[in-house]
Nanobody, 121 residues
Framework: QVQLVESGGGLVQPGGSLRLSCAASGSILSINAMGWYRQAPGNERELVAVIITGISTNYADSVKGRFTISRDNAKNTVYLQMNSLKPEDTAVYYC???????????????WGQGTQVTVSS
């Protein structure tokens, strides 16, 4: 059974930094994409950043130049380095993965449980 386990959220002052981590575990055969979404109260869930394996890295316009997504393929782990944080970055951040795993080898989407990021003075 595939699990995505996130860590690294918390409270930070405006202008500060946080690093989120998400480790995928289970009988994983291949990962097509891993990324981060966020959802603030009253808002829809939105894409923050995603790495599409062997193709591209994409960011929301609101985080370009401030956030960096990276991946450790050996560890099936994706990271989100968040710098110059703003109060409007406050949200629950969710890890997302599109991957194939045993025993059902179809391409499926998985979500983490979410981690709270609060930017406030």
């Amino acid at each position: 059974q595939v699990q995505l386990v996130e860590s690294g959220g918390g409270l930070v002052q405006p202008g500060g930094s946080l690093r989120l981590s998400c480790a995928a575990s289970g009988s994983i055969l291949s990962i097509n994409a891993m990324g981060w979404y966020r959802q603030a109260p009253g808002n829809e869930r939105e894409l923050v950043a995603v790495i599409i394996t062997g193709i591209s890295t994409n960011y929301a316009d609101s985080v370009k130049g401030r956030f960096t997504i990276s991946r450790d393929n050996a560890k099936n782990t994706v990271y989100l380095q968040m710098n110059s944080l703003k109060p409007e970055d406050t949200a629950v951040y969710y890890c997302n993965a599109n991957l194939r795993a045993r025993p059902d080898i179809r391409l499926r989407e998985y979500w983490g449980q979410g981690t709270q990021v609060t930017v406030s003075s």
